[in-house]
């Protein structure tokens, strides 16, 4: 299926299917699926693998749907971003080393500003009580029928080959969705796989408010896990023609 790009403004939107089309080149797996649970207009929190900048990349470059995505709150200021990027970019992925990593971190520390304000990133203040702000964000477009994008690995704790521990923060979502709405959100995972350059849309996950919210925060967390993770080797297996394991 032929995605239609819809995030940001007019230049992120340029950049972004640049992007694709020449670097990415993504398959998209699973779309229609997914559009016929997105017929009834109830807003989503999309969840995904990481895989450094490329997951983040992917998805927002690909994915035919409007999505807000949460984004370290480094990476929306000015003041900071340059040296989030020297760590977690120029250096980490991009195997660069001072003075080097720090000029090209500077670089495009401006430009990633402008590209998250342009898309109305949501900043997240992890460890902090400005994180209260996050949720409120979130839970204002949420109720206004718009879409989160979340990418919730620690890969610090990995479970698996694939992915790292998933945080579960962002489930609070659901409850204060809930709370405010007597209506169960619903979880979208996606998987993406850039040994295959391939993106697979899962089926939708929804929230039980019937069960206690500590026990419905580990089923939540455990069926995203799964279900990303077998998608992941599914997008292997369809595209690359790759073992599962």
């Known amino acids: 299926m032929q995605s239609r790009l819809i995030q940001g403004g007019l230049i992120v939107q340029i950049l972004c299917k640049l992007f694709q089309r020449l670097i990415l080149k993504l398959r998209l797996r699973g779309w ?14 999309i969840v995904s693998n990481h895989i450094g900048s490329f997951g983040p990349l992917s998805i927002i470059s690909s994915l035919p ?23 977690e970019f120029t250096e980490l992925e991009l195997k660069l080393r001072p003075p080097a990593s720090v000029w090209l971190a500077r670089l495009i520390g401006r430009i990633c500003v402008f590209i998250m304000r342009d898309l109305q990133a949501i900043p997240v203040y992890s460890s902090s009580r400005r994180i209260r702000d996050t949720f409120q964000r979130s839970l204002e477009l949420l109720l206004k029928g718009k879409n989160i994008l979340v990418f919730p690995e620690n890969k610090e704790r990995p479970i698996n080959e694939v992915l790292g521990d998933f945080s579960t923060g962002f489930l609070a979502m659901a409850r204060l969705y809930y709370e405010r709405t007597r209506k169960a959100i619903r979880f979208l995972p996606v998987a993406v796989n850039q040994k295959v350059k391939g993106i697979r849309i899962g089926k939708p996950i929804r929230y039980d408010a019937a069960l206690p919210f500590r026990l419905e925060r580990l089923r939540l967390k455990r069926e995203l896990e799964g279900s990303i993770y077998s998608m992941y080797y599914d997008l292997q297996q369809e595209l690359g023609g790759l073992p599962a394991g």
């Open 32 to 45: 229609g699926n997914a559009f016929r649970h997105l017929a009834c207009g109830e807003p989503l929190i």
């Open 65 to 87: 749907l409007k999505v807000y995505p949460w984004v370290a709150h480094e990476v929306t200021e000015l003041r900071k971003v340059a040296r989030r990027l020297q760590k």
